[in-house]
């Protein structure tokens, strides 16, 4: 069996919480400004993932397996999982602030609509499905090194 | 697969069972690695007949089986009353990973100890 594309396998999973992370840091962080550079109001990021049908390893990975025979593949298994990132398009939150720069008409000043709650509960989850891809990566190479072994010091 | 006549049946059937563990590992791995996607369903290995077909083999008078090579294929992992379940259980698949890679790893310190064994005897009994 291809151990490499195991580890590839980790590697999207990290990947992907990685970037769960990355995105919840980026909506707490502008939880309380009142504009981006571009201007208007910030708007939060989501995380999409979704598995993959093949393993990641791209053409030259496919015929190498086909070419090692299919005597240990798997039907039916996904590769790991992909993620790109989606703009939520949530109500800002408005504070009455006239005395703001960037308070509207009506003296309003619009901030992101971040969930709080829900990108605390996201970071912890994150964190925990990290881990746990960070120790399944981790027996992957017990096994592997311990295959190593076969035959030696006998 | 061939029996080795120097290596015997064990060679053979520990390659089996230690191809067996692995592949168990990787669905580990997927699984653990898709978590966090909504709509992904756990899988496990369904071996089909082919541990029974193998017992079955060297259960025989004949003594000498014919080792298939393993064709697993994933299917939707399920709880104790037979459903599919919706989501992956990241502790439940963390325990049987451990396992898997425990089974391992007693797997080839058997495989070592069945070659020292072959190396004891081609060295005339001497370590």
Redesign the interface.
């Known amino acids: ?1 291809d ?1 490499g594309s ?1 580890f590839q ?2 590697a ?3 990947r ?2 990685r970037m ?1 992370l990355d995105v919840t840091a980026m909506n707490i962080a502008n939880m309380n400004t009142s504009r981006t550079r571009s201007g208007g109001v910030y708007k939060p990021l989501k995380v999409v ?3 993959t049908g093949a393993l990641a390893g791209g053409e030259f990975g496919a015929a190498l397996s086909a070419a090692a025979g299919e ?2 593949s ?8 992909e993620a790109h990132v989606v703009t939520l398009d949530v109500a800002p939150r408005k504070i009455h602030d006239p005395g703001h720069p960037d308070a509207d008409a009506q003296g309003d000043v619009s901030y992101p609509g971040v969930d709080h709650l829900g990108e605390m509960v996201n970071m912890v ?2 964190l ?2 990290y881990e ?2 960070v ?3 981790n ?2 190479k ?2 592997v090194s ?2 190593l ?6 | 697969m061939n029996i080795d006549p120097i290596a015997g049946s064990t060679t053979a059937l520990m390659r089996m069972a ?2 067996a563990a ?2 168990r ?6 699984n ?9 369903t756990p ?1 496990r ?1 369904d071996f089909g007949d082919a541990l029974s077909r193998a017992r079955a083999e060297l259960a025989s008078p004949s003594g000498q089986p014919e080792l298939q ?7 939707p992992a399920t709880d104790s009353r037979g459903q599919p379940l919706g989501s992956v259980e ?1 502790d439940v ?2 325990a049987d ?2 396992q898997n ?1 425990m089974a ?2 007693v797997m ?1 310190k058997g ?2 100890k069945h ?2 064994i072959l ?1 004891m005897a081609a060295s005339d009994g001497r370590r």
């Open positions: 069996m151990q195991i396998v980790s999207a999973g990290m992907v919480e769960r993932a979704h598995a005597l240990t798997v039907e039916g298994l996904n590769g790991g999982p989850a994150a925990r499905a746990a891809n120790i399944a990566m027996a992957t017990l096994m311990k295959t072994e076969i035959g030696g010091g006998s | 230690l191809d692995q592949m590992h990787r669905v580990h791995v997927t653990i690695a898709n978590a966090s996607v909504p709509e992904y899988v290995l090579a393993l064709d697993p294929v994933a299917v990241l698949e963390m990973m451990v890679t391992y790893q080839l495989l070592a070659f020292s190396s």
